[in-house]
């Protein structure tokens, strides 16, 4: 197979574009990958307060089909260096899926970023009553306390209704070593923010990463797609 004289010179140019395009697709891909398990781990002290499975629906679906982009891009490669006709059609067609897949997923994300702030309240202050009573509603809080430097939902104060305030909202000195803040609590010795400001930043954070570059590797996809029409097209 092969390009005609009139079509050699544009073919080539489409061949190696989308080889260019396979590559940035794949380095893409990897981002979004390591992006979503930096995510998974990072955010799992959060699990239990989040109150909802949005964020970390939309996270497992961008893996698996970071993955898959990574597997494809690699098809693509084989495709036009071969400048194989069903190669290149096998190719559009997955790219097509995964780039809608790629674009839900990326969208899940903004939308999840917008409603953190009104789910995350009623769900942590539900929480709160269980916190001693249930081991993981438990590490939870202190995990989310201790490493984002916060207490309560609001405030410290939200602690008072259901008992003494945790150990973990007492200001870390050195060595692991902390202040003594729960029989007398004061602002010079446990952590003034609240942990619904705090957690909240910190999902829309990772949301906004994990969206926005999902979303850029979807765009890109759609060079992808159109070189691969064209290359098609050109191969006798």
Known sequence: MGFSSRMDCCGQFVKYSLF???????????????LTLWTLVDRSFVNELLGTNLFSGAVYVLLVTSVI??????????????????????????VALVFVTM?????????????????????????MALYGSRREITQAWDLTQERLQCCGVDTWHDWNRYGPVPESCCQELFG????????????????????LYTATNFIRDHAAVIGGTSIAVAILMIFGMIFSCLLFNMIE
């Open 20 to 34: 260019i395009a396979n590559f940035v697709m794949f380095v893409g891909g990897a981002i979004v990958f390591c």
């Open 176 to 195: 692991g070593q902390r202040k003594e803040c729960t029989l007398f609590p004061t602002i010079t010795n446990l952590y003034n923010q609240g942990c």
């Open 103 to 127: 674009l839900i997923g990326g969208v899940l994300g903004y939308v999840f970023r917008e409603r953190v702030q009104q789910t995350m309240r009623q769900e942590m202050r539900s929480t």
């Open 69 to 94: 982009i990574c597997l494809v891009s690699f098809l693509g490669c084989v495709g036009a260096g071969k400048e194989v006709k069903c190669l290149l059609l096998t190719y559009f067609i997955i």
